[in-house]
């Protein structure tokens, strides 16, 4: 796929400088590439409801024995970046899409799902779907598995999948991985997606940017997005939000 708009592979500074050591940096830069996205992008908004953001801005590891899935601080420090994002692609009339759970009693590794509360899936404040946005509810970890998302992006021309949400290490990279395995050219925000561990955050990012995705800051990936918009390609009208896939 040809880039319609890009930036040079070290325009940002990444937070896996703290956690991985320079030579193994150095090893990965055979993967060094220009960054940027397509002609036509969607916002892909992964898993931002609740249950993540339960205890309040504080460390995961003091929120784990109350509220483990917790994502604490990380979960909270990525809203004005998830804000900014939904800002920029309502303004510009990039497509939304929303992922979320579905209603699988137990995980393939048979762990068996938490009893929460009614309102724990809901969405975030920060992230709830306005008409015209797609909700798709998946079972797994993968937004792509077992759901309309493939046809629902290409039924739209799209070719650029912009992500955001949580887990970097779980459903964030699986969906991701997916989407770079059914032809998307993949974005992910760092800024905007977050983990209950820094250092699988980290390590995850760094992985995911030399293989399967570009990872850029917020002011670049705004800039670009804002850069196509004008771009972007004719497309099939939205569906009435809150219409599950």
């Given amino acids: 796929m040809r880039l319609q708009a890009t930036v040079p592979w070290d325009v940002d500074d990444h937070c896996w400088a703290d956690v991985v050591d320079a030579p193994t940096r150095r090893q990965y830069q055979h993967y060094a590439r220009d960054l940027g996205v397509g002609s ?4 892909l908004l992964i898993d931002i409801y ?3 953001f339960a205890g309040g801005p504080h460390p995961p590891t003091e ?4 509220h483990p899935s917790s ?4 979960a909270h420090a990525a809203v004005p970046a998830i804000t900014s994002l939904l800002q920029t692609a309502r303004g510009t009339g990039m497509p939304v899409l929303h992922v979320t759970v579905g209603d699988r009693p137990i995980t393939a590794t048979n762990r068996n ?3 929460e509360a009614v309102d724990d899936y809901a969405f975030h404040p920060a992230a709830v779907p306005i008409a015209g946005e797609r909700i798709v509810r998946k079972d797994r970890a993968s937004a792509f598995y077992g759901t309309s998302l493939v046809a629902q992006l290409v039924q739209r021309g799209i070719d650029t999948v ?10 964030v ?4 991985v997916d989407g770079y395995s059914n032809g998307f050219h993949m974005v992910m925000v760092e800024d ?4 209950r561990s820094w250092l699988s955050h980290c390590v995850s990012l760094f992985d995911l940017h030399h293989k399967y995705a570009d990872v850029l800051r917020l002011p670049t990936a705004l800039e670009l997005m804002t850069r196509t918009a004008g771009q972007q390609a004719g497309a099939a009208a939205p569906a009435r939000a809150g219409v599950s896939a």
């Fill in 40 to 43: 036509n992008s969607a916002l």
């Fill in 63 to 66: 929120l784990h024995e109350q």
């Fill in 50 to 52: 609740n249950l993540v």
């Fill in 162 to 171: 912009i992500v955001a949400g949580e887990t970097t290490s779980g459903c």
């Fill in 173 to 176: 990279r699986a969906s991701v």
């Fill in 71 to 74: 994502c604490g601080q990380y």
């Fill in 113 to 115: 799902a938490a009893k």
């Fill in 192 to 195: 905007a997606v977050f983990d």
